[in-house]
């Protein structure tokens, strides 16, 4: 967490509001009705506000909304939400809340929603220190999600918060891994996995590869389950390349061979179909729809940037990208991306 700063009671209500157009007007989806709640207090934590224009060496599908020092990286991080191409394959969370770095390949899932980062931020500063700048910054919408001392009322402490969350508030891939190594750190191998298939199924985190990816490092953590490590790393792969924390040694894990656009085509339907044909000599093919091609073209495209190939960043990919949402018939995500550059 970064340090907490005294919240000021005029944090800037026109880059508020300028923020919640955009949201609306240029990315084309529902405004979450607390994202100016939150805003105030990503200021209250000492993350600056950012413009959500501001999208230079950002993922093409990010909305920027605060700067923030990450001692660990050594630098500053961009936090923001996540505009999905197709928000309602993703019900669980349309609109998450994701970090990264400028010019980074991957992102970084901090929550599901708006909502539930909020919650989760006053429920955390109250076990703490109690109530202070965060609850003071989140106001009425904050008391709407949490009341203080709601963590001991509900039969938790500070040992057990990770408890708290997952049963209260909601979803987060840091605490259901948290959860899952607490498990084998205490030498319960089994415990531990089946935390880690808690947290990859029952859709909580749909398109999101970091779950099956941590399931493979568990099993090479665990040892002895080398193909089981293989196999779920090839399952994270076939996720967006840009939602796993690791992706070279991912890929390394998996034993596919050749570059990224090999890797790539191993992972597609036609590589299937081509060897399912090869077993059974059917030459069946599946038939796919013109938005289908231009989807996998449009994943594609991501995949090889957050591979380290394929133009060699987001900004050097929009243009094509924006194209190929034109042709899937998904015009507003076209016209969003083509607001970055």
Not at 23 to 51: D, F, I, M
Not at 83 to 98: D, F, I, Y
Not at 138 to 159: I, M, P, Q, R
Request: charged share 20%.
């Amino acid at each position: 967490m970064v340090g907490v700063r005294k919240c000021s009671t005029r944090t800037n209500a026109i880059q508020i509001a300028e923020h919640a157009a955009y949201v609306s007007e240029v990315a084309v989806v529902s405004c979450p009705k607390r994202l100016p709640t939150l805003l105030k207090v990503l200021e209250a934590q000492g993350h600056s506000l950012l413009s959500p224009s501001d999208r230079a060496g950002l993922h093409p599908l990010v909305i920027p909304l605060s700067t923030f020092e990450e001692p660990a990286a050594g630098g500053r991080g961009v936090l923001g939400l996540l505009r999905w191409p197709q928000p309602n394959q993703h019900k669980a969370m349309p609109l998450p809340l994701v970090s990264m770095s400028r010019e980074g390949r991957s992102l970084t899932l901090l929550a599901r929603s708006v909502d539930e980062y909020l919650h989760r931020l006053l429920a955390e500063e109250d076990v703490k220190a109690g109530p202070g700048p965060i609850s003071a910054a989140a106001g009425d919408d904050g008391a709407e999600l949490y009341t203080a001392g709601g963590v001991e009322a509900a039969g938790f402490d500070a040992a057990k918060f990770n408890l708290y969350l997952v049963r209260k508030v909601g979803m987060f891939p840091d605490v259901c891994e948290a959860l899952s190594l607490g498990h084998l750190a205490r030498g319960d191998a089994t415990s531990a996995m089946v935390a880690s298939e808690w947290y990859m199924r029952n859709n909580h985190f749909p398109g999101w590869g970091r779950p099956y990816e941590f399931a493979s490092e568990l099993f090479q953590k665990i040892g002895k389950r080398g193909e089981e490590a293989r196999d779920m790393a090839r399952y994270s792969l076939r996720n967006p390349w840009w939602s796993l924390a690791h992706f070279d040694a991912t890929r390394a894990v998996s034993e596919l061979q050749g570059d990224a656009a090999q890797v790539h085509w191993q992972l597609s339907a036609e590589a299937t179909e081509a060897s399912t044909s090869s077993v059974t000599g059917f030459q069946y093919k599946e038939p796919r729809t013109e938005q289908e091609i231009a989807l996998d073209a449009a994943g594609k495209l991501m995949d090889l940037v957050a591979a380290g190939e394929g133009g060699g960043s987001y900004g050097a990919i929009a243009q094509q990208l924006a194209e190929e949402y034109q042709k899937a018939g998904l015009s507003d995500v076209a016209n969003f991306i083509k607001a970055s550059s």
